[in-house]
């Protein structure tokens, strides 16, 4: 499965050369043209295939290829490695985990003072990212890693559950690191491969988990008319809340998320609107992201040029931005069928 080989692949923010190879792969076949800016963004043309009136709008849709990880800040001379994180962590998820760094994809191991060695009043509290690090299992400094380089989580795809016979690839639940936001990716690759009244602009940016960088350009770029934004949200259904609690959105398996607002922009009420009113039309569950949570590439989109109308839609996964997060593949495929249908009506 594609999202497999995008989930497992080595892309932390500014280098996402990995990421990108495959999924140029991916769409060289079905793309009118394609191209890398100097950020590193790939754009990905599909021009109108759909018979339609007068000239074909521009529609941008774009998915972020990077992923939240770490860079290495020091190499000590017991061989240890320091390093800060790249894009937003809670410290609790990152003790004991498996990681691997720099192009070697050198195996390590975030460590801190286990808990016979430190004293009870430190029992109960979580230590910073400064207070770890990371152990490759040398005893002196080696050249093969260096400060600079980066470092992401071991973590690889897999299928949970019981699963009799050969796994279903559009039904059950998957964990893997870097759903947020190799999903959206996937999204946009069944995208580019279909038929529109529209010329699609696929967008696979950079840099979105330290400030929307590649977006900002691409969006000025592409000049689109309008822009639809890929993403991978927090679900928020975690055992400890009531089923009917108002906190507990979304949730896995309901669809996909559509964004009302969030802390970098307020979608386009028109947008929202059509996505609503094509997922009743084609009987496609969807539900909302909690509005004012968190920030997407929208954020530099919408404000290119002269404007640009954007919305976000969103594959739901938990525990994102932590070593390992799950998703329902149904969410996926509904994200597809709901964009696909979207985009079909754009030009009618």
């Not at 800040?73 to 809670?90: E, M």
């Not at 038929?195 to 967008?203: E, R, T």
Request: charged share 25%.
């Amino acid at each position: 499965m594609l999202l497999e080989q995008l989930s497992n692949a080595f892309g932390v923010s500014s280098v996402e050369a990995e990421v990108r190879k495959i999924i140029v792969e991916a769409v060289k076949e079905s793309a009118d043209e394609w191209r890398i800016d100097a950020m590193g963004n790939l754009f990905v043309t599909r021009r109108r295939r759909v018979e339609g009136e007068g000239q074909p709008l521009r529609v941008m849709v774009s998915a972020h290829m990077d992923e939240v990880g770490f860079i290495i800040t020091a190499v000590k001379d017991n061989g240890r490695l320091k390093f800060k994180a790249i894009g937003g962590f809670d410290p609790r998820v990152l003790l004991g985990k498996a990681v691997v760094v720099g192009s070697d994809k050198v195996p390590g191991v975030i460590g801190v003072k286990p808990v016979h060695l430190i004293d009870s009043s430190e029992r109960h509290q979580v230590g910073e990212i400064d207070s770890m690090s990371i152990d490759v299992g040398a005893d002196s400094k080696s050249d093969q890693i260096k400060a600079g380089d980066f470092a992401t989580f071991a973590t690889q795809f897999g299928y949970l559950g019981d699963r009799d016979g050969e796994p279903s690839l559009e039904h059950g639940r998957v964990k893997g690191k870097a759903f947020d936001n190799r999903a959206g990716c996937a999204v946009l690759i069944e995208l580019l491969k279909r038929d529109y009244p529209v010329d699609l602009i696929g967008v696979f940016t950079v840099q979105e988990e330290i400030g929307m960088r590649g977006a900002q350009v691409a969006a000025y770029a592409a000049e689109p008319d309008l822009a639809f934004i890929l993403e991978c949200t927090a679900a928020d259904d975690l055992p400890s809340l009531e089923e009917d609690s108002d906190e507990g959105f979304p949730r896995l398996g309901q669809g996909p998320a559509i964004t009302v607002m969030d802390r970098s922009f307020i979608a386009d009420r028109g947008l929202v609107d059509l996505l609503i009113e094509t997922a009743k039309q084609e009987n496609l569950p969807y539900q909302f992201k909690r509005p004012g949570i968190g920030a997407t590439d929208a954020g530099a989109v919408h404000l290119a040029r002269s404007g640009i109308r954007s919305a976000v839609i969103s594959v739901p996964a938990r525990y994102i931005h932590a070593p390992a997060a799950v998703l329902d593949l149904a969410d996926f495929w509904n994200t597809v069928r709901l964009m696909h249908s979207t985009l079909r009506r754009l030009g009618s």
